[in-house]
C-alpha cells in the first residue's frame, strides 16, 4: 500500500538544470566570453583543451570532438568504412541515432533483444546473430550502464569484428573499473544538455586508443580533408563548436559529483519505495555486478504504465517513456522485414517502463512525492 498520508505536495519536472546552472554561470559566461574575445569559433584551442581532458578522463588515447552523439555515431562507421552489404548488429531498443546512423552509413541494422533486467544487449541473441556480412557490433549503454561488455567483446573476437560502443547516455559510467567508450574499438558519447555531462546545444565525442582509427575520424570530421580544400575522402563537417567545448570544460570537473548526486537519489528512491512498500509493485533499476551506473535515466517498470503515467502527471510528477516503440516495429524500417512479436523482451519494455525525476538537484520531498504519487497511482489503477 502506498503511504497514507500526503507528503508536502511538490512539483517535481524531469529534468531542472537551472540549479546546475546557477552553479557554473560565472565560469559559463567567462567561457563564453573567452571564446567569443578569441574570434575563434571553430576547432582551435578549446577544443584541444576539452579533447585531452577527456581522453585521459575517459581512459582512451584519443578524444575526438564532434557535432553530436548522432554524428559521432555515424563518423565511427564511416571511419571503418563500413557501408551497403555489411550488417551491423545490435539492440532494437535505443534512441533512434542507434540504428539510424547504421542506416545512413548504407549498412543494414541487425536487431536483437535486450536483457529483460539491464535493457542492454543480450549477448547469446548478438551471438545468434552473427554472419559471414557483420562488419561491427554496436552495444547500447542503455539509461548509463554498461552493456555486458565481457560477453560482447568475445563474441565480436570470434566473429573479428570491431565493437563500436554507443555510449551516449554514459558518461563516466564503469564496467569491472574500465570506463564506458574505452572497451571496444571507440566509443560515441552525446553531450545533448540532458546528458550527465550537457552541452549548451549539441554536441558529442569519439573516443578510442586506435591511433589509426583516431586519424580516419579527425579527417572525416573536416569533410576529408588533410589540407584545406584538398580531399582524401568524402567527409562531412562533424566538428564540435568552440563555444560547446569551453562550456563543456567547465562541466567537466563537476560531472563526477554530479553523477554521484543522481546515484544518491537512486539508493533514495530504493529506500523510499520498500519503506512504502511499493517495491515488490514495481520493477526497480539493478546495477549489475561490476557496474558503476551513472543513472542518466531511472527506469522503472510499472503496470498499465500509460495510465499511470497520467496520474502522475496529475499529481505534478512527470516522467517519460524511453522508449515507446522498439526500432523493428518503427515505419522507417518496415523494410528490415521484423515484425511484431520478434523481440518480446523490448516490446514488454516498450509497454512497461517509465523514466523518473533523477537529477542530482532533486530534494527529499520531491523524491518522497514522487513515491507517494506512484503509490496512490498504483492504487487508482488497482494495480
Ligand atoms: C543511446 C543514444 N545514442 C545516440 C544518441 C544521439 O545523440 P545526440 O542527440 O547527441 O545526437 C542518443 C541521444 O539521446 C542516445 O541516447
Redesign the pocket.
Known amino acids: 500500500m502506498a503511504p497514507r498520508s500526503q507528503p508536502a505536495a511538490v512539483a517535481v519536472p524531469l529534468l531542472d538544470l537551472s540549479g546546475q546552472w546557477q552553479a557554473i554561470r560565472d565560469d559559463a559566461l567567462a567561457a563564453i566570453t573567452r571564446v567569443c574575445d578569441s574570434q575563434r569559433f571553430i576547432l582551435g584551442p578549446e577544443v584541444d583543451a576539452l579533447e585531452s581532458d577527456l581522453a585521459s578522463r575517459l581512459e582512451v588515447a584519443s578524444a575526438i570532438g564532434v557535432s ?3 554524428d559521432a ?1 555515424l563518423v565511427a562507421l564511416m571511419a571503418l568504412g563500413v557501408g551497403p552489404g555489411d550488417e551491423v548488429i545490435t539492440s532494437t531498443y ?2 533512434f ?2 540504428a539510424g546512423s547504421i542506416v545512413r552509413a548504407g549498412a543494414r541494422p541487425v536487431l536483437v533483444d535486450i536483457d529483460p533486467v539491464s535493457y542492454n544487449l543480450d549477448p547469446p541473441a548478438v551471438a545468434a546473430a552473427v554472419t559471414s556480412k557483420t562488419r561491427a557490433i554496436m552495444p ?1 549503454h ?1 539509461y548509463g550502464q554498461c552493456a555486458e561488455m565481457d560477453a560482447i567483446l568475445a563474441i565480436a573476437e570470434d566473429a573479428g569484428v570491431p565493437v563500436i560502443e ?1 555510449a ?2 554514459a558518461i563516466g559510467s564503469r564496467y569491472r573499473g574500465r570506463q564506458a567508450g574505452s572497451l571496444g574499438l571507440c566509443g560515441a558519447f ?3 544538455p540532458s546528458k550527465n555531462l550537457g552541452a549548451f546545444g ?1 554536441a ?1 565525442l569519439v573516443t578510442t586508443s586506435d591511433d589509426a582509427f583516431a586519424d580516419r575520424v579527425r579527417l572525416l570530421r573536416t569533410h576529408g580533408a588533410e589540407r584545406q580544400y584538398h580531399h582524401r575522402l568524402v567527409g562531412g563537417n562533424f566538428r564540435i563548436d568552440a563555444l560547446q567545448a569551453a562550456v563543456l570544460r567547465v562541466k567537466v570537473p563537476h560531472l563526477a559529483a554530479w553523477s554521484e548526486a543522481r546515484r544518491r537519489n537512486a539508493d533514495r528512491y530504493r529506500v523510499l519505495f520498500r519503506e512504502a512498500g511499493l517495491d515488490a509493485r514495481v520493477t526497480l533499476p539493478v546495477e549489475g555486478d561490476g557496474q558503476y551506473h551513472i543513472y542518466n535515466q531511472f527506469v522503472i517498470r510499472v503496470p498499465q504504465r500509460d495510465r499511470v503515467k497520467a496520474i502522475l502527471a496529475s499529481h505534478q510528477v512527470a516522467t517519460a517513456v524511453y522508449y515507446p516503440l522498439p526500432f523493428h516495429l518503427q515505419e522507417c524500417f518496415a523494410s528490415l522485414g521484423y515484425r511484431e512479436g520478434a523481440f518480446p523482451h523490448a516490446e514488454a519494455a516498450a509497454r512497461e517502463t517509465l523514466a523518473l525525476p533523477i537529477f542530482g538537484e532533486l530534494t527529499d520531498a520531491q523524491l518522497a512525492h514522487v513515491v507517494w504519487a506512484i503509490g496512490a497511482a498504483l492504487d487508482e489503477v488497482g494495480a
Open positions: 553530436s552523439g548522432t555515431l535505443s534512441f541515432a542507434t547500447v542503455l554507443d551516449a547516455q552525446s553531450f545533448f549539441d558529442g
